[in-house]
Every structure is written in C-alpha cells, then in structure tokens.
C-alpha cells in the first residue's frame, strides 16, 4: 500500500495542533468564535431529536420483539443484507401446544374441546400479532432508523466539519494578533541594542577581525612568524555614516518593518480565506439542521400509521376473544359466561374531567342492543322479569352510560347495581336493577364485585 508520508505527517500535526487549541478553549486560555444563539438552538433541537429517537426506536423494538437474542439475530440478518426468517409467534406456539395438548386428552371430552378451540383463537391471535409487527416495522421502524444511518450521519459530517473550520478560523485570528503584536515591537524598540555610540565604528582592523579573521595563532607560531613579538590589532573609533550603519547592522534597517507588514498582510489574508470556508459551512450546516422540522413531521405520519396499525391489532385481538368467549359461554350455558370484563379498574380519567377527544378513546365499545329473547319468540317484557333465585350479583359502573330506549337502564359513574343474566340473552348485556328501576346495561360499562 502507498503511504505519502508528508501527507500523514501533516495531517498529524493539524490534529496535534487542534487538539491543543480546542484544549486551551476548554481551559479558558483560547479565545473561541461563538455561534449565534438561533444556531445554538438549531443544533441543541437536533441533538434532542437524534436521543429520542434512538431509544424511541430501541423501545419499540422491545415491545414488537421482547426476546432479545431474536433482535440480535434480526439486527445480523440485516446488516449482511439476508432475509430474516419467518418465526412463530408465542401465540401461535401456544396454539400447537393446545392442539396437540388436545389431541392426545381426547378431542371429544369438554377439556379436549374447549383447547381446540382456545387454540384455534390464539392461532389467529398469533396471525395478527404477525401482521401487526410487519407493519409497524415497515412503517415506523424503517424510517427511523432511515434518520439515524442516513441523514444524521450527514449531518453529524457537516458539524465535524464545521468545527474544523472554526478551529482554523480561531487559529488564524491568533496569528494575526501575534503578527500585529510583534509589527509594533518592531516599530517601538530597535532590533539591534548599541553599547557604544551609534555615530562610530571601530577601526578596519578590529572590523576586520570581527568580521572574521582567524584568532591569533598559537605562542609557538607566533614566535615563528613574528620574532619580535606578535601584537594584537589596535582597536580605534571612527565616524559612522548612515550608509556604513546600515552595511553594518548597527541600525534597524527599513526591510525589517516591511517583513512584519508582510506578515500582517499574510495573516490578514489566511483570515479571510477561513471566514469565507467557514460562512459557507455554516450555512450548509444550517440548512442541514433546519431540515429536522422536515424528519420530524414525517416522524409525525410515521407515528400515526404506527397508532392504526396498533389499533388494528387489538380489535383483531378484541373480536377473536369475544367470538371464543361466546363459543366458551354458549358450550357450558352458565348463569355467568366468562364474557364479564376483568375487575381491575381501568386507568381512565372521569368523563366530567376528560376532553372529549380523550373520552372517546376510553370510553368501551358499545355492543349492539339484541333482544331478551331468542329469535322467532316474543320479546319480554321487563316489568315480567324477575331475578333467579341464585346468580344474583354486585357490579360497579365505571363510566356514565344514557339509555337508548327503554328497555335499558341509565347509568351513573360510581354508582352500585345489582346485575344478573337470562337464559338466551346476549353475552354483551345484563339485567341491571337499581330500587324500583330495571333494564339492560352493557357489561363493559361494569366492574363486577364478588
């Protein structure tokens, strides 16, 4: 492989050279060019925007897929760009069990029979939740993670650049004040300090040995040479012209100020180059940047697909349990089908205190009203019915309920019934008695009491 040498060396010591100013900024002993306070903000919204949406992401990659050893399998598939093998749902898994379970109890006994049924709800159960998790995959997952390996990337480059150019842009400021600093030196205090008058030199022969003349030979080559003794140059004072100091370099020559003005002018030149570089990446920075209130309302759409196909899946979930509790409760004929809702409260907020937008998120379905008697009979007369002697029971009415016609009876949130069921009667609905007052209530409007 061909390494150029002096490209990597340099590229070292700019790296050195950053990191020691962008450490001296750290300390407060580097002056740092500040970005305006809209930029500031631009890029603390982005920041935000990429953290939330990592675990956002994260977070319903657990709710589709709890088991982790499965994500990781996903997260290799897709990165070796290889199709992610069907897997079964634990619904449809519990499905196998049942049947199977059922199979070998005996198909035809009441336990053998209500498993093959269990089982064949939570098969669709599992097909749903399959087509729920590809959904919401498609179209939530897949464009977040699109953000974070695709346009924060880019964006994440331009801000290294952008810092880049603001360090070089800092590094010449500095320079230019130096060069500045060091032309008025120059312009107050002389470069060359005299100890003798400024108006003399020496003498051609002590010039001449400064200049550089050998130093004086050895005592046994001067005894050679010079048998009467050798005697060192005499040193005497002349006048000085302005045209010797200068030959001299006894007085600051004029060149010296031009060779700082140069440097001012070099430095004055390198800072508009990195003004100009770092202008221009600012400004695709912050079009970048100010492109995130574009990801977020696709975010926005992405989110609302995300709720619709959720809810899609949970009436699928809602109707395949309804359709076996009334296969289950039709089967046994009991007083009670195991149609009741569960006694746990649900967390909603009164309708007093709710807007109506979230009221109609809480409040249950309504079933369809059905008659108190079977088809092909007359319907009863409430003021006819009377309570069985036994399988009478308490319930709790969780939200207000307004009666359609009269054979229902009006609700108050709160308030305690007394509820019981008919032979033929529609699983959704009971008889509910309050003093002299009787009619049908839905049954998700109640939390039954023991």
Same mark, same amino acid.
């Given at each position: ?11 070292? =010591? ?26 500031? !903000? ?47 749902? !634990? ?26 049924? $269990? ?29 974070? %390996? ?50 003399? /030199? ?9 200049? =550089? ?14 048998? =009467? ?38 430095? %004055? ?25 574009? @990801? ?10 995300? $709720?619709?196909?959720? @809810? ?22 009991? /007083? ?20 109506? @937008?979230?009221?109609?998120? @809480? ?67 009971? /008889? ?19």
């Amino acid at each position: 492989m061909d390494f150029n040498m002096k490209k990597l060396a340099s590229d070292a =010591g700019i790296f050195f050279t950053r990191a020691v100013q962008f450490t001296e900024e750290k300390f407060g002993q580097a002056e740092k060019t500040e970005l305006d306070a809209h930029f500031e !903000n631009l890029l603390a919204r982005a920041d935000s925007t990429k953290n939330w949406t990592e675990r956002i992401l994260r977070q319903t990659e657990v709710l589709l897929q709890p088991n982790p050893s499965a994500r990781v399998e996903e997260f290799l598939y897709e990165k070796l760009d290889r199709k992610v093998p069907s897997r079964v749902t !634990n619904g449809e898994l519990l499905a196998q069990y049942m049947a199977e379970a059922a199979g070998e109890l005996g198909p035809t006994t009441p336990y053998g029979k209500t498993l093959i049924k $269990v089982s064949e709800a939570e098969k669709r159960l599992g097909a749903a939740e399959r087509d729920f998790i590809h959904t919401a995959s498609v179209s939530f997952l897949t464009p977040l993670r699109n953000f974070l %390996e695709g346009d924060w990337k880019t964006i994440a480059k331009e801000r290294r650049l952008l810092q880049n150019r603001r360090l070089d842009l800092d590094a010449c400021k500095a320079r230019l004040k130096k060069a500045k600093a060091a032309e008025a030196k120059a312009t107050t205090v002389p470069d060359f300090q005299e100890t003798r008058p400024r108006n003399y /030199i020496l003498s051609a022969s002590a010039s001449a040995t400064l200049d =550089g003349t050998p130093c004086p030979p050895p005592r046994a080559e001067r005894k050679e040479k010079h048998p =009467g003794g050798w005697r060192p140059p005499c040193f005497f004072l002349l006048p000085l012209t302005p045209s010797v100091a200068q030959a001299r370099g006894c007085l600051s020559l004029p060149e010296d100020g031009k060779l700082w003005n140069d440097e001012v002018d070099k430095a %004055e030149q390198e800072l508009r180059v990195a003004q100009t570089e770092f202008d221009r990446q600012a400004e695709v920075t912050r079009l970048l940047l100010e492109g995130i209130s574009s @990801t977020h309302v696709n975010h926005l759409r992405c989110l609302h697909e995300f $709720v619709k196909s959720q @809810t899609t899946y949970y009436a699928q979930c809602y109707r395949h349990m309804l359709d076996l509790q009334k296969q289950l409760g039709s089967s046994e004929g009991a /007083i009670f089908p195991g149609t009741f809702v569960g006694t746990t409260e649900p967390a909603s907020p009164p309708l007093s205190s709710a807007s109506p @937008t979230t009221a109609a998120a @809480t409040m249950p379905t309504v079933p369809q009203v059905a008659s108190l008697a079977p088809a092909g009979e007359a319907p009863l007369c409430l003021e006819e019915v009377a309570p069985p002697a036994s399988g009478t029971r308490k319930a709790r009415v969780l939200y207000d309920y307004e009666a359609a016609d009269s054979s229902e009876l009006a609700l108050l949130a709160d308030e305690l019934i007394t509820v019981y069921s008919l032979p033929g009667m529609d699983p959704d609905w009971l /008889i509910g008695e309050r003093g002299n007052k009787k009619g049908k209530v839905p049954v998700t409007y109640l939390e039954l009491l023991s």
